[in-house]
């Protein structure tokens, strides 16, 4: 088991940059394959990014792909979510997600979900 807590979400202007935290506990936490979606007003949620357990492969959606950045520091039981070049389509409330296994793109394949954290880039 994991616990998840996101954190770093704000108020952004469109063109800067963010950068989320997810403090995750759990003795087994190195493991897990960690994941990064995003749930805007009225919309499914979607894919952001994902990292495996050794922090050595990297997946991200095409669109924050050169823009957003995933990472993890297993010593600290943290993945983070560094965030440039804003736009506005980037607003919504951010999940931190955790899975064991290889990384996926899939929300139905992460057990392990933090409470979100809101970003909203302003024009």
């Known amino acids: 088991q994991v616990q998840l807590v996101e954190s770093g979400g704000t108020l952004v202007q469109a063109g800067g940059s963010l950068g989320l935290s997810c403090a995750a506990s759990?003795?087994?936490?190195?493991?897990?394959?960690m994941g990064w979606f995003r749930q805007a007003p009225g919309k499914e949620r979607e894919f952001v990014a994902s990292?495996?357990?050794?922090?050595?492969?990297?997946i991200y959606a095409d669109s924050v792909k050169g823009r957003f950045t995933i990472s993890r520091d297993n010593t600290k039981n943290t993945v983070y979510l560094q965030m440039n070049s804003l736009k506005p389509e980037d607003t919504a409330v951010y999940y931190c997600a955790a899975r064991e296994g290889y990384q996926s793109l899939a929300t139905t394949l992460y057990p392990y979900w933090g409470q979100g954290t809101q970003v909203t880039v302003s024009s």
């Open positions: 759990g003795r087994t936490f190195s493991n897990y394959a």
């Open positions: 990292i495996n357990w050794k922090g050595t492969s990297t």
